[in-house]
């Protein structure tokens, strides 16, 4: 089958940012995506053009417009966070993100009343279910799907740089997973979802999406949910491996890491190179590592086994970056990286608020709400605590976490 690659202006820039909807009173997730979307959709509109449903009526995605820097698509989204945060408000609910919510149970949730998403669950059942899980994705444009399948070979080798940065889901249904991205691990789940495989070219990719599409494993490529992987309707390549971001500095940050490294493998091309394309063996490692212990990793970063931590890997790609990102007009928030490296990502954030109230997740739920309306915070507990936090026990089979 052919499948049209819609290019689209090298290095565009688009974010989806999946937020949660948080009762005040209870700190739990709370169904009032219909409701909310209903009040600021647009007169004559059929829905918000940059506010979206999600699989749970407790989410609601924002979205940009196609931006040319990461600065426009942060104040696109910050316009329509408002708009729903004060419908929100007038609700007595709150907005934040993180990759899970640290107490809701996922059993409780009410799915959104769209019927891809009712066939979604009634095909996949219980892996369906319990998607109660949150991302940032961010799509980068590029010109010719030639260009497309390189480029998401490319970028696994960063999978973990991105999960680790991101990492923000330790905590589900109350209890401490051990993990910094129990998210992750759980969107793999999904029969298409995790690494992309490893293809040689766009016709291979189509030839792909052909099978899939006549065994009758997918309706369409857009239910390939790979970490990294082509969008031939908007002319991007998507990456979805990020935890979601509870603060817009954060999500600028890897906005602009996002968009940097494919304008330089787009370069790269240009000039005649041939893109890496690592081992599968390494990229299932290092994506289990970030997921496990986050900036606290080490990653292999050969097929010699050579190992490097990763916090150090980023400091590195960052330094690496900067001419790209001052060509791209992105300095300041790829500067952020180094920000979220010096005050700690969002799960250890979320495990220092919760080992100072004794494990009260709650806590965790508040410091959330005000991370998402303060910004990233000045200090933190950067590599502290390492791991998890005392939980009921019956987190750990009769055991504290």
């Not at 998210?183 to 899939?212: C, H, I, N």
């Not at 010096?342 to 965790?364: C, E, F, I, K, P």
Request: glycine share 8%.
């Amino acid at each position: 089958m052919e499948i049209p690659f819609r290019s689209s202006e090298r290095a565009s820039l688009g974010v989806e940012w999946e937020l949660q909807l948080v009762d005040l009173q209870t700190r739990q997730l709370t169904a009032g995506a219909v409701e909310i979307l209903h009040e600021i959709r647009p007169e004559g509109a059929e829905e918000h053009p940059k506010a979206k449903h999600e699989l749970l009526q407790s989410t609601i995605e924002i979205i940009t417009g196609v931006c040319s820097t990461v600065a426009q698509a942060k104040a696109d989204l910050a316009g329509t966070l408002a708009e729903v945060q004060a419908a929100a408000e007038r609700r007595g609910l709150g907005v934040m993100c993180a990759g899970t919510h640290p107490i809701t149970d996922w059993q409780t949730q009410e799915i959104s009343p769209k019927e891809r998403y009712l066939q979604l669950v009634e095909k996949m059942q219980w892996l369906a279910r319990r998607l109660q899980i949150f991302g940032v994705h961010v799509h980068v444009g590029v010109r010719a799907p030639e260009k497309a399948i390189p480029i998401v070979n490319a970028l696994t080798q960063y999978v973990p740089h991105f999960l680790a940065l991101s990492a923000s889901s330790p905590f589900w249904v109350g209890c401490d997973t051990g993990l910094a991205s129990a998210r992750s691990k759980v969107f793999e789940g999904m029969p298409t979802a995790g690494l992309p495989y490893q293809l040689s070219g766009w016709d291979r990719f189509e030839e792909y999406m052909e099978t899939l599409i006549s065994t009758h494993a997918i309706e369409s490529v857009r239910e390939v949910w790979w970490d990294i992987r082509p969008h031939p309707d908007f002319g991007t390549v998507e990456l979805r491996i990020c935890d979601g971001l509870p603060t817009l500095d954060e999500v600028g940050a890897v906005a602009a890491l996002s968009q940097c490294l494919v304008e330089q493998f787009d370069t790269q091309l240009d000039r005649g190179y041939t893109l890496p394309v690592p081992a599968s063996w390494v990229l299932q490692e290092n994506k289990w590592r970030a997921a496990r212990y986050g900036l606290d990793a080490d990653i292999v970063v050969d097929e010699k086994g050579t190992v490097q931590p990763v916090r150090q890997a980023i400091t590195d790609l960052v330094e690496e970056l900067e001419p790209t990102a001052r060509r791209l007009g992105c300095e300041a928030e790829l500067a952020d990286v180094e920000r979220v490296l010096a005050v700690g990502a969002s799960y250890q954030r979320q495990r220092a608020v919760a080992a100072a109230h004794d494990g009260d997740l709650t806590a965790v739920v508040d410091s959330l709400l005000a991370e998402l309306r303060d910004g990233l915070p000045t200090s933190g507990p950067a590599g502290l605590p390492p791991g998890p936090v005392p939980g009921p026990a019956q987190c750990a089979g009769g055991h504290t976490a």
